[in-house]
Structure formats: structure tokens, C-alpha cells
């Protein structure tokens, strides 16, 4: 995701800082306008956000996948793959998308949430989670740090996918329809694809 946005700032003449926050306080940030916006959030984050502007073009989809340590856990496809399991799942607190689909699909007793991505694959190197559901590619990466890469932890399938848009400040709100403009142009030209296929190839991801 930062290589597609430092290309898309870079050609709106703009130099982009990028900021990692738990959830919740990213959003409060943003709303409060210590920092521009958000790289990505579900098209209905504005009606709760209404410091905030929707760039209205999608960059893409975002991957929330479950995450296992565990050899004996078959692949799963969905949340609805969760039904009837008495795995223990963990998340981070303050991902809407993943707060509503978990409880539907298992039960409040077998559910912890983190604030940090590392806490919950720590929480899988431990046994305390059997699943932990977070974004894929955030997690891909960190698999790929020293403190991970030799800890066994694998993807056990996708849970689900949203379309993630950029949200700017309202003080930067003359800057949405131009950044619209370029993501459109930066996707025609296949650059995002690009990136995402590399993305996959790095980490060995094979999609079905």
C-alpha cells in the first residue's frame, strides 16, 4: 500500500509521511486533523468520521485473512467457514469490518482483541489464540521481520474482502477530486496491479 500511495503523492507534487496508529486512535487523529487522512477505510467510514472527506476512486480490495500456527487447522474460506469451530480468534480492536463479522460466526467466550498486529501473532507462537484475523498484507510483512520470519505462522485463508478508499482532512478537501483523478489513471496504467503482484510473489501467495 505505501508504494502505491508514494506514487500517487509523488504525482500530486506531494511528500507523503506515513504514520502506523492502533485503529480507533488513527481515526481520532484524522477527525482532530494531526495528521491529513487515512490511506484507507470502508466507504461508509464517513458517516461516523464527518471531520473527514472520501476521495471518491478505490485503490483496491483489502484481504482480511486468518492467521494460524497450528498445522492440524484445515484452510478456511469466509467467516462463515468459523461457524460451528471452537477456535479461539483474535483481532484488532477498532477494524470495523472484523468486529461485525466475528461475533456472528463465533462465540463471545472464544473471542480476544489486541491493539497491535505483533501481540496477536505472539498470542499464536504461545497457543493462547488458535486464529488471529487481521489484514493480510500487514501481516505478510511482519511475518517477514526477524522476530517472525522462523515462527511457523501461516495464512489459513481469507475471511473476506472490503474496497478501501482514501479519506483526506476537510482542510485538504480541494485535493480530493485531483487524487480521485490520479488513483484512476495510476490503476488504467496497471501500476497498482503491478505492486500487488509483487506483493504476492515475495511472500508466495497463490491465488485459487
Not at 50 to 59: Q, Y
Not at 190 to 205: A, C, H, P, T
Request: proline share 4%.
Amino acid at each position: 500500500m505505501r508504494q502505491v500511495y508514494t506514487e500517487i503523492f509523488r504525482r500530486m507534487d506531494l511528500k507523503a509521511e506515513f504514520r502506523r496508529y492502533p485503529a480507533k486512535r488513527a481515526g481520532m487523529e484524522a477527525d482532530a486533523g494531526n495528521v491529513d487522512g487515512e490511506l484507507g477505510r470502508p466507504y461508509e467510514y464517513l458517516s461516523e468520521h464527518t471531520n473527514l472527506i472520501r476521495v471518491e476512486e478505490t485503490v483496491f480490495p483489502l484481504n482480511f485473512s486468518a492467521f494460524t500456527a497450528q498445522t492440524s487447522i484445515p484452510e478456511l474460506n469466509g467467516w462463515n467457514s468459523l461457524k460451528g469451530t471452537d477456535y479461539r480468534v483474535g483481532y484488532i480492536r477498532g477494524i470495523r469490518t472484523v468486529e461485525s463479522n466475528l461475533p456472528k460466526v463465533v462465540v463471545s467466550e472464544n473471542l480476544s482483541d489486541v491493539t497491535e498486529p505483533a501481540q496477536g501473532l505472539k498470542q499464536l507462537i504461545s497457543g493462547r489464540i488458535d486464529l488471529f484475523v487481521d489484514e493480510e498484507s500487514g501481516i505478510l510483512t511482519l511475518l517477514n521481520t526477524p522476530e517472525f520470519k522462523d515462527s511457523k505462522i501461516r495464512s489459513a485463508g481469507i475471511m473476506g474482502s472490503v474496497h478501501l478508499y482514501p479519506y483526506l482532512h476537510k482542510k485538504h478537501a480541494a485535493l480530493a477530486p485531483k487524487m480521485a483523478e490520479i488513483i484512476r489513471a495510476v490503476k488504467a496504467e496497471g501500476l497498482i496491479e503491478q505492486y500487488r503482484m509483487m506483493v504476492e510473489k515475495e511472500f508466495g501467495i497463490v491465488r485459487q
